[in-house]
């Protein structure tokens, strides 16, 4: 399955009048090489292992397998992860037709705050939240698997 996402960072707690859900969601890196990432995440009381390819050259789109796996399970793939373990809230706020997913990020990445967009083609039109800031789906340091090992408290 290809994954077509863009990331903007968020400019302002507004989402928070409009979210329908949030989950705490805790992951690692198996492989956090950019040509194929292996993740493992929890969130809430479900494991998922994730596989995802390299970036197309516009950033937008690439390669994603996920697969739900036991909980018991994913608790001790983390034990195995890459250094950098990424904790973060993920709030769910729909604008218009589109589902944004908001990562407020603790710990190491504490202050950050991304939304994520998963579109149906690259073109696609969809409605920009005020609350939405700079786009940065093409920047590679507001990758997870970046943020694990180069948190955000550091740049």
Not at 13 to 36: H, K, V, W
Not at 38 to 63: A, E, Q
Request: net charge negative.
């Amino acid at each position: 399955m290809i994954e077509i996402e863009r990331k903007f960072l968020v400019k302002s707690d507004a989402f928070l009048n409009d979210y329908s859900c949030c989950n705490r969601i805790i992951q690692g890196y198996l492989s956090s090489s950019p040509e194929r990432t292996v993740r493992v995440r929890i969130k809430g009381n479900k494991g998922y292992l994730t596989i995802k390819g390299k970036s197309s050259d516009s950033g937008l789109s690439r390669f994603e397998w996920e697969k739900e796996i036991v909980l018991e399970e994913a608790e001790q793939l983390l034990t195995l992860c890459e250094r950098g373990v990424i904790d973060k809230t993920r709030y769910e706020v729909i604008v218009g037709t589109h589902l944004y997913e908001i990562d407020v990020f603790t710990s190491e990445n504490d202050g950050l705050i991304i939304a994520e967009l998963e579109l149906t083609s690259e073109d696609e039109v969809f409605e920009k939240p005020e609350w939405l800031g700079n786009e940065v789906t093409n920047d590679n340091r507001y990758y997870n698997s970046y943020l694990s090992k180069h948190p955000f408290k550091t740049w």
